[in-house]
Structures are given as structure tokens and as C-alpha cells.
Nanobody, 129 residues
Framework: QLQVVESGGGLVQPGGSLRLSCAAS????????IGWFRRAPGKELEGVSC????????KYADSVKGRFTISRDNAKNTAYLQMNILKPEDTAVYYC??????????????????????WGQGTQVTVSS
């Protein structure tokens, strides 16, 4: 059974950092692209970032570009989202999700929620002083 589990959320002050993890089980992460999404209170789900199965292709929402970094360690079957210079508007529940990228490669350039089939339960990130 394909499963992803997020961790690493918490309360942080503005300007602080957090690293979210997305641990996969039941499948080899190397064959999947990973996306991070978030839902802020009262808002729709937003695509934050995506990383291709090879790790060579990444995509970021304009709102996080230059502050967030997505990465993956296929040997550990885990993906990460390093979040720096956090702002109150980054407060949201963060989700990771997986989409199969083999045999047909999935390109992150236009990643969207509906492409992803395996979702975690989410981890809360709160940015507040």
C-alpha cells in the first residue's frame, strides 16, 4: 500500500526555519515525483513545490521561491521541504503527495493537485510571534 507521512511541522517565529519530511512506504520513492501542497485557514489548497523522480527538476510557487528548498533522498525513501525566512502567511497545513514517474516521466513544470494520487495526512506549520 502506497503511503506517505509528513513530519516536522510546528510553531516558529517569523524569520525562522523548519524542515518538513515526507517518508514513503510501500513503494520505491525513486520512481515517483513528490509534491508539497498547503492549505491555509479559509483558503484553497496551494501547490508549494515539486521535485522530479530523478531530483533534477524542481518547481516552486512564486510565494516561496528563494525561501523554500525541496530535496529528496531516494536511499532513505524520504523527501524534504526546507523552509527558511518563514512568514505568518506561510501558516498552513502542509501535505506531501506522490505521482508515479515511471515508465512515463512526470514533469514538475506544471504540477497540480489532481496529478497526485498518494497523499499524507498533513503537518501543521504555524508562523507567529
Amino acid at each position: 500500500q502506497l503511503q506517505v507521512v509528513e513530519s516536522g511541522g510546528g510553531l516558529v517565529q517569523p524569520g525562522g526555519s523548519l524542515r518538513l519530511s515526507c517518508a514513503a512506504s510501500g513503494f520505491a520513492l525513486e520512481y515517483y515525483a513528490i509534491g508539497w501542497f498547503r492549505r491555509a485557514p479559509g483558503k484553497e489548497l496551494e501547490g508549494v513545490s515539486c521535485i522530479a523522480s530523478s531530483g533534477g527538476g524542481t518547481k516552486y510557487a512564486d510565494s516561496v521561491k528563494g525561501r523554500f528548498t525541496i530535496s529528496r533522498d531516494n536511499a532513505k525513501n524520504t523527501a524534504y521541504l526546507q523552509m527558511n525566512i518563514l512568514k505568518p502567511e506561510d501558516t498552513a497545513v502542509y501535505y506531501c503527495a506522490a505521482v508515479q514517474s515511471y515508465p512515463e516521466h512526470y514533469y514538475c513544470s506544471a504540477f497540480k493537485q489532481s496529478d497526485f494520487g498518494s497523499w499524507g495526512q498533513g503537518t501543521q506549520v504555524t508562523v507567529s510571534s
